[in-house]
């Protein structure tokens, strides 16, 4: 297990992340998500945290807030201190059907930061991430917020879920100009079935040194083949991500190839093909049983050949937007320069 920088911070987390989503039963908008009790629990804990893993994420809607209640009893069922892991959970989803149930306003963060900390059993979260974009709440309103949870020491960095690039990095003028916490990562989907983050999002990521937090990366799944053939699970249930069928097909067979070569199952190489992309800080495993953990940590062993990583980024390639052809065109001499450091010749240049 290798360990990652969170964003401009000087916290380290592991390049696999434990998330909870699967703990305890689900319902609503997360129905089949898994329904793995205490005993499975603390068993799947254990075995991540002896393999090296020492983030873990959860939310406070998972579960209806039992995933937090399971989280942090199992910690200490299994006497893990609590400063040899980094915990991250979120707010912002409904909770209850009133008017002060959901969003990112001071009173729904604090309230729920009270009710996070008391089931998960710590004084602090170490991560804490608004999960969607609250279009009711001033951005002012939020950023001073979770910097008055941070300064009362409540929370060590906070982060969000789910945002566009454009979303957060007016979050972070607002925070710079506040004189505000400011982000350190943002937690998103990415797979190989779901590269479209690549678009805005990475590059803003780069730019501001911000980390990357990639949930569903098998795409519920649909990465792990057992779909193809009429298979059952949570994809049945509700379909998410969302998966274009005609261009996850190519994927599939790369991956078979690949598979084949490394003598791993497809999920092993599709974990690990998101390992390789410089843009990621850690990787959140859903877990349903023993096993698939056991599966899914294989991947931090598995080092893909170039030949590897071009198969996998051709059959899975996205498809050039505007300004993103644009970019190419007028700034392909200009990229060459800075990487060669030399000129192109007279002919190139006209």
């Known amino acids: 297990m290798r360990y990652r920088v969170l964003g401009n911070s000087g916290l380290f987390v592991s390049e696999m992340c434990l998330g909870t989503m699967t703990f305890g039963p689900s319902t609503g908008r997360y129905a089949g998500a898994g329904d793995v ?66 969003g990112a306003s001071r009173y729904h963060i604090i309230d729920q930061l009270k009710t996070s900390l008391a089931r998960l059993g710590t004084d602090h979260v170490d991560l804490y991430q608004l999960h969607g974009w609250d279009l009711a709440t001033p951005l002012e309103e939020t950023i001073r917020a979770l910097d008055d949870v941070v300064r009362q020491g409540l929370v060590r960095y906070v982060g ?39 678009r805005e999002i990475v590059p803003m990521l780069e730019s501001e040194r911000l980390g990357l937090l990639v949930y569903s990366p098998l795409a519920g799944g649909y990465l792990s083949g057992k779909y193809r053939g009429g ?13 274009d069928e005609a261009k996850g097909t190519p994927v599939l067979a790369a991956l078979e190839r690949i598979a084949a070569r490394h003598g791993a199952p497809l999920s092993t190489i ?81």
């Open 160 to 198: 969000v879920s789910n945002w566009a690039a454009w979303q957060i990095t007016k979050a972070l003028g607002v925070a710079a100009r506040f004189s505000a916490t400011p982000f350190q990562s943002v937690q998103a989907y990415y797979s190989l079935v779901g590269r479209e983050l690549e």
């Open 37 to 102: 009790g205490q005993e499975e629990v603390d068993r799947i804990v254990r075995r991540a945290f002896d393999a090296g893993v020492n983030f873990f994420d959860t939310a406070n809607v998972y579960s209806g807030g039992q995933s937090e209640e399971i989280l942090g009893r199992s910690l200490k069922n299994l006497g893990i201190a609590r400063r040899e892991v980094v915990i991250a959970t979120k707010v912002e989803h409904a909770v209850g059907p009133g008017p002060n149930d959901s």
């Open 270 to 350: 599709a974990l690990a093909w998101l390992l390789h992309r410089p843009a990621v800080t850690s990787v959140i495993l859903g877990i349903k049983r023993f096993e698939q953990l056991e599966e899914n940590l294989k991947a931090v062993d598995v080092r893909l050949a170039d030949a590897d990583l071009r198969e996998l980024n051709d059959a899975s390639a996205l498809s050039v937007e505007y300004p993103g052809w644009m970019f190419a065109m007028a700034d392909a001499a200009r990229a060459n320069l800075l990487r060669t450091g030399v000129l192109p010749d007279a002919g190139a240049r006209t």
């Open 231 to 243: 298979g059952t699970g949570r994809r049945g249930i509700i379909a998410f991500p969302p998966v």
